[in-house]
């Protein structure tokens, strides 16, 4: 193990459950009273895409544990932009995957050889770049990956 992963090894957010959260809906709340004036403004931001009291509703599309995640991403080139993006839920404890990063995150993790990956480190592979074709398909979409305990 590199010197770079070895010090990432050492990351707390490494430590718990990590969970990869795909958009499945939005809805605006419109659980409390709100002056029509505020609601205009609402339906204005949301028309030029702001989020301003949108709920987005997140469910958990796949999930490993920290040594699994590091192994997985490990066999990425540590100097390719898949692997920075990736290692930042490391650094950060979360990272959001927006359909901008979706070829380059597909691209990257389908070129990894198979024969050095685990078969967990298969699986993943195959139902990140499954996620990933989703967001393609339906560019409002996004992923979230964050941990648990």
């Known amino acids: ?50 989020h301003l009291g949108v709920v987005d509703c997140l469910n958990s599309v796949m999930d490993c544990d920290g040594k699994q995640y590091l192994a997985w991403i490990s066999d990425l080139p540590a100097q390719s932009e898949a692997f920075r993006k990736m290692q930042g839920f490391i650094v950060f404890g979360e990272i959001t995957i927006y359909p901008e990063h979706i070829n380059m995150l597909a691209v990257a993790f389908a070129a990894i050889d198979r024969d050095i990956q685990t078969e967990c480190s298969q699986q993943l592979t195959q139902k990140f770049i499954e996620a990933l074709g989703a967001i393609h398909r339906e560019p409002t979409m996004y992923m979230m990956i964050r941990g648990g305990r």
Do not use: C, W
Request: glycine fraction near 4%; charge should be negative; avoid cysteine.
């Open 1 to 50: 193990m590199s010197q770079n992963l070895t010090e990432l090894a050492q990351s707390r957010h490494l430590a718990g459950h990590i969970y990869f959260y795909s958009l499945s809906r939005k809805f605006v709340d419109e659980s409390y009273d709100v002056p029509e004036e505020a609601k205009q403004i609402m339906y204005y931001s949301l028309a030029i895409g702001h």
